[in-house]
């Protein structure tokens, strides 16, 4: 799967895409306005970082490239593609418990922290990507 050379864009189906992991060095897009929100992008080889409104979305290391990415209250989904194997973490509601899918795999239920953090890893194959679904229970 290719990197989203743009760095963040805003679909047709109203979902985001951002993240360039073929890059040598850290690049950034800040005020990228969409549906009302201010993002902004960090992404090279060794992490891709997502914020919005200036507070924390998601980030990878190394760096990826994710596609469709849509969050609701209840429910995070996006597809995820890298060179290597990846750990993401997402900003979500602090101590509660989510049901985490790859690939429409359950991986099992896992629980954010204080702060919210849901860390999750990934086998990543380059040229592939992998869908991701986390549930809030």
Known sequence: MAAVK?????????????GDYTLGSKTKLDGFEFQGDIYKVKTFSE??????????????VPGTAVTNFNASEQVVTFSVSAMQ????????????????????????????NLSGKLSVS??????????????KK
């Not at 194997?85 to 954010?112: C, P, S």
């Not at 990543?124 to 992998?130: G, K, Q």
């Open 6 to 18: 743009e760095l963040l864009r805003a679909e047709n189906d109203g979902t985001l895409s951002f």
């Open 47 to 60: 992490i891709t970082k997502l914020e919005k409104n200036e507070m924390f979305v998601y980030e990878s």
């Open 85 to 112: 194997d990846a750990q993401f973490t997402l900003e979500l509601e602090a101590d509660t418990e989510y049901v985490v899918y790859l690939d429409d795999v359950n991986v099992g239920d896992m629980k954010t």
């Open 122 to 135: 990934a086998e990543l194959e380059p040229e592939r990507s992998m869908k991701v679904k986390i549930i």
